[in-house]
């Protein structure tokens, strides 16, 4: 999409094509925040290829407005301030994404770890569980790591017990854990995905009534 969107972009301008990339990139995020924690491969890769898309289209664009409008011998500074800048927001936009997740899932993860112990039979288990931090959740769920088989070597003997068998071979199994904390999760996750389509879209609208003149100066 790149390709095209440069070429299209030098016969008719850059304004249309870029701002028609970040609000495709927007409806992407959107379109993610409907699909269930246990989505199908083929939903995924559909909507990731369309994000793609916009991004190739957005980028290709915006790049030749800056490369356009800077002399002939101030090119080479401004394209490697423009990719230090580029890879300086990539950075930080995954500390922000984290950041919005992991305090997202701080309100809600414990009630889910809760509830989830309590459904699981594990009741004299569950105000302990429920205060497994959120880094550990989130990143054990990632990883295919369950942090419970961890919690009841930390218990009294007497206190363990006390589970039935059924019931710690249910809450010790692979995908029992990634389960209990996915409704909190995909919580999380949605917020995360609304919040950056609200900065696409906000991008789209800077995109679209900023006037950008093009210019092309030569070295003389």
Known sequence: MGPIAGFLSDKYGP????????????????????LPYDF??????????????????FIAPSTSAIMSGVPGKDRGAASGMRNTLWSSAQTASFAIFFTIVIDALALTLPNALYNAFVRA???????????????????????????????????????????????????????????????????????????SATLAFIGAIVSAFLRTEVKMRENV
Do not use: C, D
Not at 15 to 26: M, P, W
């Open 40 to 57: 199908s491969l083929w939903e995924f890769v559909v909507i990731t290829f369309i994000m793609g898309m916009g991004m190739g289209m």
């Open 15 to 34: 304004r249309v094509f870029a701002s028609l990339g970040l609000a495709i990139l927007g409806i992407g995020f959107l379109a993610l925040s409907t």
């Open 121 to 195: 039979g594990a009741t004299q288990l569950a105000p302990i569980a429920s205060k497994i931090p959120v880094t550990v959740a989130l990143f054990s769920a990632f990883l295919g790591y369950n942090p419970v088989k961890t919690l009841l070597h930390t218990l009294p003997p007497q206190v363990v017990s006390t589970l039935s068998g059924t019931t710690v071979a249910t809450i010790t199994s692979r995908q029992w854990f990634p389960e209990a904390i996915a409704p909190a999760f995909m919580y999380a996750l949605r917020l995360a995905f609304y919040v």
